[in-house]
């Protein structure tokens, strides 16, 4: 299956953003460096560009492998030797292109980071039509324990559909017995996570991102308000408490709570490894031809 052109050009623009984005974002992770500051000179950038983020920049520091990002005040600054994972999404007109890295803060690089750079070049190789995912998976598995560390089992890449950032199949970092095949005319996101730890994560908190689920009737208009920019300023993907303007902060928490009760808006919280182990990850996403 071919895709419109249409389609391809806006996957085309979004995969440029996104590499551009992740060059920039590079020079910004540091000693010092505030994390808040990070998130929102990166998701300015993707819009200068004509891009939108399709989800709030994930910086995620050392055993928590995703799903963080930064408070609307928040005073956290990246300290020598953190294990710093960017992930940075970029969509184009819904079309969406997926990457994360990690830095070691003060170091040049760490086995750990490598371990997982290696994983995902060995398996975007495989990215052809007709090839099993397991096989894949296999691959990625086996890179990351040759280099004596763990994947994360619990955590996938993904194919990537139209306003939906994670749609089926995923692709596991497990050897499995998956029949599904990569074909041509999708687009996937590989992301490995590696860690010297159990290889497991687990919910923790605080959640800061969030995402539409069903409309539902709310008593609180700010609840109403935040689910209206849920729909029409994030397009149904993945929102944080520092996107959404004209809602006090002191009603912010009791919107969200609410949306989390009727099930209109689904939390995302921060993934933390299982025995608090480091963790790394390298994503990048990829058109199959
Ligand atoms: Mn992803």
Known sequence: M???????????????????????????????????????????????????????????????????????????????????????????????????????????????????????????????????????????????????????????????????QHAHPSIPNIKNSMQDEIESGNVYAVEVFVTDGSGFVVDSSPSRIFQYRKDSPVRLWEARKVLEMAVNDFEKLPFTQRWITGVSPLKMDMALRQLIEVGAIAEYPPLKEESNALVAVAEKSVIVK
Request: aromatic share 4%; with cysteine; net charge negative.
């Open 2 to 164: 071919n895709m419109e052109k249409e389609q391809a050009q806006a996957y085309e623009k979004a995969f440029l953003i996104a590499g551009d984005a992740v060059g920039f974002a590079e020079r910004l992770v540091k000693e010092n460096a505030r994390i808040l500051d990070i998130a929102d000179t990166i998701e300015k950038r993707v819009i200068e560009l004509g891009g939108k983020p399709a989800w709030p920049v994930n910086i995620s520091v050392n055993e928590i492998a995703a799903h963080a990002t930064p408070s609307i005040n928040d005073d956290n600054a990246l300290e020598e030797g953190d294990m710093v994972k960017i992930d940075i999404g970029v969509h184009v007109n819904g079309y969406i292109c997926d990457r994360a890295f990690t830095i070691c803060i003060g170091k040049k690089s760490h086995p750990m980071i490598e371990a997982s750079e290696k994983a995902l070049e060995n398996a975007l190789k495989m990215f052809k039509h007709g090839t099993k995912v397991s096989e894949v998976s296999e691959v990625i598995e086996n890179t990351v324990n040759d280099a004596g560390f763990k994947v994360i089992r619990n955590l996938t890449g993904h194919r990537l559909e139209r306003h939906e």
